[in-house]
Antibody, heavy 123, light 110 residues
Framework: QVQLVESGGGVVQAGGSLRLSCAASGFTFSRHGMHWVRQAPGKGLEWVAFIRYDGGNEYYADSVKGRFTISRDTSKNALYLQMNSLRPEDTAVYYC????????????????WGQGTLVTVSS | NFILTQPHSVSGSPGKTITISCTRSSGSIASHFVQWYQQRPGSSPTMVIYEDSQRPSGVPDRFSGSIDGASNSASLIISGLKTEDEADYYCQSYDRTIAVFGGGTTVTVL
């Protein structure tokens, strides 16, 4: 079954850290770039970060650059998002998403989404 | 960086056709493909159009996409509107190192 399953969300105080995980199955994980996308309560989608299929490049939205780190473990078919120096405005549902094309050099599209995990940052 | 601007809301009666626009603020709309996503309440987004006008398998042919260089915009057209089409719709494009979503359009079936 082709799917993405996120975990690791929760409540954290401002300034704290949290690590999100995403378990991928049903497709060749090593051939596709991966994204994190977030959605604040009642708001639209915001792209957060992308990692290339081979882990060779990472790209970030300006709003999280220097605070968040995306990584992947091909042996475990897993994607991660390390979030440090969290702020109340980081409160959102965080989605893991698969990039469509095989071996794309940069972000392209989002053809598979997980169910999301909620991160709440209290002030 | 660029911005994608969508109307906040669009509505239509069952069986009618609606169009959602997505205007790129800088750079040519034709320079990078545009995608569209549907998000029903309480659910994750799903892709309904990729590469400007292509439909993923399983998406009804009532959904179509196009781009217009003159207005520097993309459009999602939903024909034969059904109550199940009530959802938020997001356009998306990219540049070499970033992906950008439009602000989203709420579709209401009257």
């Amino acid at each position: 079954q082709v799917q993405l399953v996120e975990s690791g969300g929760g409540v954290v105080q401002a300034g704290g850290s949290l690590r999100l995980s995403c378990a991928a199955s049903g497709f060749t994980f090593s051939r596709h770039g991966m994204h994190w996308v977030r959605q604040a309560p009642g708001k639209g989608l915001e792209w957060v970060a992308f990692i290339r299929y081979d882990g060779g490049n990472e790209y970030y939205a300006d709003s999280v650059k220097g605070r968040f780190t995306i990584s992947r473990d091909t042996s475990k078919n897993a994607l991660y998002l390390q979030m440090n120096s969290l702020r109340p405005e980081d409160t959102a549902v965080y989605y893991c998403s698969k990039d469509g094309p095989v071996r794309a050099a940069g972000p392209y599209n989002f053809d598979l989404w997980g169910q999301g995990t909620l991160v709440t940052v209290s002030s | 960086n660029f911005i994608l601007t969508q109307p906040h809301s669009v509505s239509g009666s069952p069986g009618k056709t609606i169009t959602i626009s997505c205007t790129r603020s800088s750079g040519s709309i034709a320079s990078h493909f545009v995608q569209w996503y549907q998000q029903r309440p309480g659910s994750s987004p799903t892709m309904v159009i990729y590469e400007d006008s292509q439909r993923p398998s399983g998406v009804p042919d009532r959904f179509s996409g196009s781009i217009d260089g003159a207005s520097n915009s993309a459009s999602l057209i939903i024909s034969g509107l059904k109550t199940e089409d009530e959802a938020d719709y997001y356009c998306q494009s990219y540049d070499r190192t970033i992906a950008v979503f439009g602000g989203g359009t709420t579709v209401t079936v009257l």
